[in-house]
């Protein structure tokens, strides 16, 4: 990352709209160089490819073989079965991805070690990308989250080795950043469910699996190195990985296996933040919108005679941006990500294993603001706005708004970590299998935030494009002089300490959340002699998972013409401050060719020196340690026992085979919510004597006033139950129509996802009536809350697909999928008469609540093949593709302007991937193309508008060159079409955009 403080730059510059050279070259390199392998692969020299020189170059694992199961084994027993050879070559990788998918015992994709090697993918999420189905969302350019068949990514379940992996902030989704690809064996999505499976994912499990060392048979050692350079940080950064096996004998092993990394990333952002309804600046009769409530009113001025005269005219309103801004948000990170697993076979039947699983990403974050304060109607001159035909504002002049140079700097501290122990016992005919866990994680964020304000400033003069990016000027702008309007001498500087004449501020804001979970099972195997039923399993889970958070806040404030300690702050009290404290930005959107002008750089706020002047000033050395935690954090328990049977089958239908398993599992959820709890007492007001007073008009009573020290007022901490149960039955059968050839397949299942911890929350705000009128007209003592007792997010869902293995190393597979979610957890709402706090006490609550559910549906379609039957050179050609449609009724989402149905959050209609490679003995190419269409990110802004995410492609690139046997290098190229994340509210409404540059890296590779 650049670093903030270099003052290399003029103040006021424009960016060069210009890729960088280095970056221009590296991009060309690796397109170019990937596009002439894979069409000039002819070269006789790289000719030889075969199977005998990629295994001679294979790492050897064995591992105990049931023959007699061998074809109904479930894929998480695929990699110890037979002898299991994993080659470096990207064929045997996909040879191997096939393999799981073929033995899986429900509907399921994966990804497999040297798979996920060979891909540009830095971390678990951008792996996981590639698997149909699957979408990705991107943070600072990084993957840092899926959905799975367009459910959301706190409705899976991610279990790292049958683990659960735990989010943060009380959400149960996962971010992958921390999960370095080097860690993997394997991954599974799976999307449909079995009995076996434990619950938790209404949209699919995703099963990480890392390696362990007796699938080993000796020493093994690899150490691998990697420069990394983004074309918008312009600083380099590194990247280890060392995975290392001990064999002390052929039954005890340990591995150990750490990736470390300095990872700087940055995004250049131009922002309107949102959309608003200031005014109806265009006066035309036409509607900018229609309301559903006041559909039949055609005329404006009709709107005064309506029920809510001012929802009714916004109709005409026109949209406006809210806050032009830009940003320079950075991270600095350094990165570990680590497993240790030490396992021992005692004999034949019985071994055991203990790992520790641990990700740390320890983060200094800055985050530049710079924004235009216009957001709303007094602030803009309304003679000069424009408009455009779909009543967009594209152009505007202010007239009393407002600029506020802003910095965040605050530490970050994620961390996660696993601990497992389990025992495998094996008796022929029975066998079981033990698993107890603790994993958990902590968030820490050491939040500053400073900022310096002007207001009162006119002649700022904000242009539109096609796109609704906004392009403008600070130092066009005024101080506006009210004695002089046509005065317009006092002009802004935005890098002048003089022209921040109106606020101060420090606001310090700690944020801090747990989660923990342990986890203990016990599953059970027994083949019965049977000519149908090939295996039963059986087995019972306890889990119990603590979720808790704590915020605090602090602040010291100066505003000019204010008085505090006494003493009156002035202009030059506050240039004082100011002045010496502000440091030169990077340059806005180097690198990238944006259609508008910026600032360029500014002089921003420089928060520590910032904060040491003002706390110096007001005398005031306030520290954490001072803060007490703020009200409304949670405190969330939920407790899990979970039972359940499954038995496998498999018979013929005349010469067909069908096989497959059926199961039904039971699971008994508790929960227990503490939280605040304000409990406030409305009595009457009375005189003296004790009588109620009353209106000498209308006789009636006055209205009542809250009695802080009645009895029943309370302000504290209360706890509320819950506790709801279910049973999910699973089915899943396949036909062999072609024998080790062409399946179908059909799979049906109940699933479910436990609410989110923010929902469950507690959080209740209550008014208590105990007032004479309360009872003659029945007026319900009230609460606004969140909901302990919501039940979980449900679904009945059925899968069917037909799959085609032509060989080894190829498949062609279709899939259709439907979702139905019987229960979803909706805005909130007011329910009567609920026991809220159980003990028999009736509240109107207005809080989240289930209420019926959505369904999804949509097609899979995937292929991949390797050309091994063409004639050299050309065998070495290979590929996938696949490609995902899906739709969703019934969302329940409505746009709130015109009442139109929106679509299922996070979902994509169409996604696709794309996947080409070359590879001979010495070297490899492989493109990556990943594309998804636009998604519901928000349903509505302040206006009221759905905000979505753009449709977008990124590009991949990896070539590699083994030098000897054991000795490899690699470049790689990550977005090397400079994709740009956009969120927009509409039709030429951008909200949003944000450019995070292209990464590039050179990395070498040895084994021992």
Same mark, same amino acid.
């Given at each position: 990352?650049?670093?903030?403080?270099?003052?290399?730059?003029?103040?006021?510059?424009?960016?060069?709209?210009?890729?960088?050279?280095?970056?221009? &070259?590296?991009?060309?390199?690796?397109?170019?160089?990937?596009?002439?392998?894979?069409?000039?692969?002819?070269?006789?020299?790289?000719?030889?490819?075969?199977?005998?020189?990629?295994?001679?170059?294979?790492?050897?694992?064995?591992?105990?073989?049931?023959?007699?199961?061998?074809?109904?084994?479930?894929?998480?027993?695929?990699?110890?079965?037979?002898?299991?050879?994993?080659?470096?070559?990207?064929?045997?990788?996909?040879?191997?991805?096939?393999?799981?998918?073929?033995?899986?015992?429900?509907?399921?994709?994966?990804?497999?070690?040297?798979?996920?090697?060979?891909?540009?993918?830095?971390?678990?999420?951008?792996?996981?990308?590639?698997?149909?189905?699957?979408?990705?969302?991107?943070?600072?350019?990084?993957?840092?989250?899926?959905?799975?068949?367009?459910?959301?990514?706190?409705?899976?379940?991610?279990?790292?080795?049958?683990?659960?992996?735990?989010?943060?902030?009380?959400?149960?989704?996962?971010?992958?950043?921390?999960?370095?690809?080097?860690?993997?064996?394997?991954?599974?999505?799976?999307?449909?469910?079995?009995?076996?499976?434990?619950?938790?994912?209404?949209?699919?499990?995703?099963?990480?699996?890392?390696?362990?060392?007796?699938?080993?048979?000796?020493?093994?050692?690899?150490?691998?190195?990697?420069?990394?350079?983004?074309?918008?940080?312009?600083?380099?950064?590194?990247?280890?990985?060392?995975?290392?096996?001990?064999?002390?004998?052929?039954?005890?092993?340990?591995?150990?296996?750490?990736?470390?990394?300095?990872?700087?990333?940055?995004?250049?952002?131009?922002?309107?933040?949102?959309?608003?309804?200031?005014?109806?600046?265009?006066?035309?009769?036409?509607?900018?919108?229609?309301?559903?409530?006041?559909?039949?009113?055609?005329?404006?001025?009709?709107?005064?005679?309506?029920?809510?005269?001012?929802?009714?005219?916004?109709?005409?309103?026109?949209?406006?941006?809210?806050?032009?801004?830009?940003?320079?948000?950075?991270?600095?990170?350094?990165?570990?990500?680590?497993?240790?697993?030490?396992?021992?076979?005692?004999?034949?039947?019985?071994?055991?294993?203990?790992?520790?699983?641990?990700?740390?990403?320890?983060?200094?974050?800055?985050?530049?603001? &710079?924004?235009?304060?216009?957001?709303?109607?007094?602030?803009?001159?309304?003679?000069?706005?424009?408009?455009?035909?779909?009543?967009?504002?594209?152009?505007?002049?202010?007239?009393?708004?407002?600029?506020?140079?802003?910095?965040?700097?605050?530490?970050?501290?994620?961390?996660?970590?696993?601990?497992?122990?389990?025992?495998?016992?094996?008796?022929?005919?029975?066998?079981?299998?033990?698993?107890?866990?603790?994993?958990?994680?902590?968030?820490?964020?050491?939040?500053?935030?400073?900022?310096?304000?002007?207001?009162?400033?006119?002649?700022?003069?904000?242009?539109?494009?096609?796109?609704?990016?906004?392009?403008?000027?600070?130092?066009?702008?005024?101080?506006?002089?009210?004695?002089?309007?046509?005065?317009?001498?006092?002009?802004?500087?935005?890098?002048?300490?003089?022209?921040?004449?109106?606020?101060?501020?420090?606001?310090?804001?700690?944020?801090?959340?747990?989660?923990?979970?342990?986890?203990?099972?016990?599953?059970?195997?027994?083949?019965?002699?049977?000519?149908?039923?090939?295996?039963?399993?059986?087995?019972?889970?306890?889990?119990?998972?603590?979720?808790?958070?704590?915020?605090?806040?602090?602040?010291?404030?100066?505003?000019?013409?204010?008085?505090?300690?006494?003493?009156?702050?002035?202009?030059?009290?506050?240039?004082?401050?100011?002045?010496?404290?502000?440091?030169?930005?990077?340059?806005?959107?180097?690198?990238?060719?944006?259609?508008?002008?910026?600032?360029?750089?500014?002089?921003?706020?420089?928060?520590?020196?910032?904060?040491?002047?003002?706390?110096?000033?007001?005398?005031?050395?306030?520290?954490?340690?001072?803060?007490?935690?703020?009200?409304?954090?949670?405190?969330?328990?939920?407790?899990?026992?979970?039972?359940? &049977?499954?038995?496998?089958?498999?018979?013929?239908?005349?010469?067909?085979?069908?096989?497959?398993?059926?199961?039904?599992?039971?699971?008994?959820?508790?929960?227990?919510?503490?939280?605040?709890?304000?409990?406030?007492?409305?009595?009457?007001?009375?005189?003296?004597?004790?009588?109620?007073?009353?209106?000498?008009?209308?006789?009636?009573?006055?209205?009542?006033?809250?009695?802080?020290?009645?009895?029943?007022?309370?302000?504290?901490?209360?706890?509320?139950?819950?506790?709801?149960?279910?049973?999910?039955?699973?089915?899943?059968?396949?036909?062999?129509?072609?024998?080790?050839?062409?399946?179908?397949?059909?799979?049906?299942?109940?699933?479910?996802?436990?609410?989110?911890?923010?929902?469950?929350?507690?959080?209740?705000?209550?008014?208590?009536?105990?007032?004479?009128?309360?009872?003659?007209?029945?007026?319900?003592?009230?609460?606004?809350?969140?909901?302990?007792?919501?039940?979980?997010?449900?679904?009945?869902?059925?899968?069917?697909?037909?799959?085609?293995?032509?060989?080894?190393?190829?498949?062609?597979?279709?899939?259709?999928?439907?979702?139905?979610?019987?229960?979803?957890?909706?805005?909130?709402?007011?329910?009567?008469?609920?026991?809220?706090?159980?003990?028999?006490?009736?509240?109107?609550?207005?809080?989240?609540?289930?209420?019926?559910?959505?369904?999804?549906?949509?097609?899979?379609?995937?292929?991949?093949?390797?050309?091994?039957?063409?004639?050299?050179?050309?065998?070495?050609?290979?590929?996938?593709?696949?490609?995902?449609?899906?739709?969703?009724?019934?969302?329940?989402?409505?746009?709130?302007?015109?009442?139109?149905?929106?679509?299922?959050?996070?979902?994509?209609?169409?996604?696709?991937?794309?996947?080409?490679?070359?590879?001979?003995?010495?070297?490899?190419?492989?493109?990556?193309?990943?594309?998804?269409?636009?998604?519901?990110?928000?349903?509505?802004?302040?206006?009221?508008?759905?905000?979505?995410?753009?449709?977008?492609?990124? &590009?991949?690139?990896?070539?590699?060159?083994?030098?000897?046997?054991?000795?490899?290098?690699?470049?790689?190229?990550?977005?090397?079409?400079?994709?740009?994340?956009?969120?927009?509210?509409?039709?030429?409404?951008?909200?949003?955009?944000?450019?995070?540059?292209?990464?590039?890296?050179?990395?070498?590779?040895?084994?021992?």
């Amino acid at each position: 990352m650049k670093n903030f403080k270099d003052n290399r730059r003029n103040t006021g510059q424009h960016p060069t709209l210009a890729r960088k050279p280095l970056a221009t &070259l590296i991009s060309n390199i690796l397109i170019a160089g990937s596009c002439a392998s894979l069409s000039l692969a002819a070269v006789p020299a790289f000719a030889q490819q075969n199977t005998a020189t990629q295994q001679e170059d294979a790492i050897k694992v064995s591992a105990t073989a049931n023959a007699n199961n061998a074809e109904t084994a479930e894929a998480e027993n695929a990699d110890d079965e037979t002898e299991v050879i994993e080659v470096k070559g990207i064929r045997f990788s996909q040879r191997g991805a096939i393999d799981r998918k073929k033995m899986a015992g429900t509907i399921m994709d994966s990804l497999v070690a040297e798979d996920v090697g060979q891909f540009p993918d830095k971390n678990v999420g951008e792996a996981l990308q590639r698997i149909p189905g699957v979408q990705l969302d991107r943070d600072f350019g990084e993957g840092a989250s899926i959905s799975i068949r367009g459910v959301e990514p706190g409705l899976l379940r991610v279990e790292v080795n049958n683990v659960s992996a735990q989010g943060f902030g009380g959400d149960r989704g996962v971010d992958f950043r921390a999960m370095a690809s080097e860690l993997i064996r394997s991954l599974d999505v799976i999307k449909g469910s079995e009995a076996r499976l434990t619950e938790g994912g209404i949209g699919g499990t995703v099963q990480v699996n890392t390696r362990k060392p007796n699938e080993f048979t000796e020493n093994f050692l690899s150490v691998n190195a990697e420069g990394q350079y983004n074309d918008l940080t312009g600083e380099p950064n590194n990247r280890f990985n060392f995975v290392g096996v001990y064999k002390f004998n052929e039954d005890f092993g340990v591995l150990a296996n750490v990736t470390s990394e300095k990872k700087n990333t940055m995004i250049h952002a131009i922002r309107n933040t949102e959309w608003m309804l200031f005014d109806d600046y265009d006066n035309t009769a036409e509607k900018t919108f229609v309301n559903q409530d006041f559909a039949d009113i055609t005329d404006k001025a009709d709107c005064a005679t309506s029920s809510d005269q001012n929802l009714c005219e916004q109709q005409w309103y026109d949209f406006s941006p809210r806050i032009p801004r830009y940003g320079i948000w950075g991270r600095e990170e350094d990165r570990i990500s680590a497993n240790l697993m030490v396992q021992y076979r005692f004999n034949d039947r019985f071994q055991t294993h203990v790992g520790y699983t641990y990700n740390d990403r320890d983060k200094t974050a800055t985050d530049l603001n &710079l924004h235009l304060e216009s957001g709303s109607a007094a602030r803009v001159d309304p003679a000069s706005v424009v408009v455009d035909d779909q009543h967009n504002v594209t152009y505007f002049e202010t007239i009393a708004a407002g600029v506020t140079n802003r910095t965040l700097n605050f530490a970050w501290d994620q961390t996660t970590s696993i601990f497992e122990t389990g025992f495998e016992y094996d008796a022929d005919v029975w066998s079981v299998e033990g698993l107890f866990s603790k994993s958990d994680s902590t968030q820490d964020i050491d939040s500053r935030d400073t900022h310096i304000t002007a207001e009162g400033l006119a002649g700022i003069a904000v242009t539109l494009n096609d796109e609704g990016m906004p392009e403008w000027d600070f130092n066009d702008g005024y101080f506006y002089n009210a004695d002089d309007p046509t005065d317009t001498s006092d002009r802004f500087d935005v890098n002048d300490p003089g022209s921040y004449r109106s606020r101060s501020r420090y606001k310090y804001a700690p944020h801090t959340d747990e989660s923990d979970e342990t986890m203990a099972k016990l599953d059970f195997t027994y083949v019965p002699d049977s000519d149908f039923i090939t295996m039963v399993r059986s087995g019972l889970q306890y889990t119990k998972q603590e979720q808790i958070n704590a915020d605090y806040q602090y602040n010291i404030i100066r505003d000019v013409g204010q008085v505090y300690n006494g003493v009156e702050w002035t202009v030059d009290d506050q240039i004082a401050l100011i002045s010496g404290n502000t440091f030169q930005s990077d340059e806005l959107f180097d690198g990238y060719d944006l259609p508008v002008s910026t600032v360029g750089s500014y002089q921003a706020v420089d928060t520590q020196p910032f904060i040491d002047a003002i706390q110096a000033i007001s005398d005031d050395n306030t520290t954490r340690e001072d803060l007490d935690v703020r009200s409304g954090n949670y405190d969330v328990s939920v407790e899990t026992q979970a039972i359940y &049977l499954q038995g496998n089958f498999e018979t013929y239908v005349g010469e067909m085979r069908l096989w497959g398993n059926a199961g039904v599992r039971y699971v008994k959820t508790k929960t227990a919510a503490n939280g605040n709890v304000w409990e406030r007492i409305i009595v009457d007001q009375v005189d003296e004597n004790g009588d109620v007073l009353t209106d000498p008009i209308t006789g009636e009573d006055l209205a009542g006033v809250e009695d802080p020290d009645h009895p029943e007022d309370f302000e504290g901490r209360k706890t509320v139950d819950g506790e709801y149960s279910d049973t999910l039955p699973s089915i899943n059968v396949n036909l062999g129509i072609i024998p080790n050839e062409l399946v179908l397949y059909m799979g049906a299942a109940k699933v479910m996802s436990r609410p989110k911890t923010t929902d469950l929350n507690v959080n209740a705000d209550c008014t208590i009536y105990k007032t004479r009128r309360s009872v003659e007209d029945d007026i319900h003592d009230y609460c606004t809350a969140g909901n302990p007792a919501l039940n979980p997010y449900r679904a009945n869902q059925f899968d069917i697909s037909l799959n085609w293995y032509p060989d080894e190393n190829s498949v062609i597979s279709g899939a259709y999928f439907i979702k139905d979610i019987t229960s979803w957890i909706i805005d909130a709402e007011t329910r009567f008469d609920v026991d809220f706090f159980g003990d028999g006490r009736l509240f109107d609550v207005r809080q989240k609540i289930n209420g019926s559910g959505v369904t999804t549906k949509g097609i899979e379609l995937q292929a991949s093949t390797v050309f091994t039957w063409l004639p050299a050179p050309f065998d070495g050609f290979g590929g996938s593709v696949n490609y995902t449609r899906m739709s969703a009724d019934d969302v329940g989402l409505f746009n709130q302007l015109n009442g139109e149905e929106l679509p299922f959050p996070s979902q994509s209609e169409n996604s696709y991937n794309l996947t080409a490679f070359y590879e001979t003995d010495m070297w490899s190419v492989r493109l990556a193309y990943n594309y998804r269409d636009e998604y519901l990110a928000s349903p509505a802004d302040r206006s009221g508008n759905p905000v979505f995410v753009d449709d977008s492609g990124y &590009l991949d690139a990896k070539i590699v060159y083994n030098v000897t046997e054991n000795l490899r290098l690699y470049a790689d190229g990550r977005n090397l079409t400079g994709e740009v994340k956009t969120y927009t509210a509409g039709p030429h409404r951008l909200s949003d955009l944000q450019w995070s540059g292209r990464e590039y890296a050179v990395g070498v590779t040895y084994q021992f």
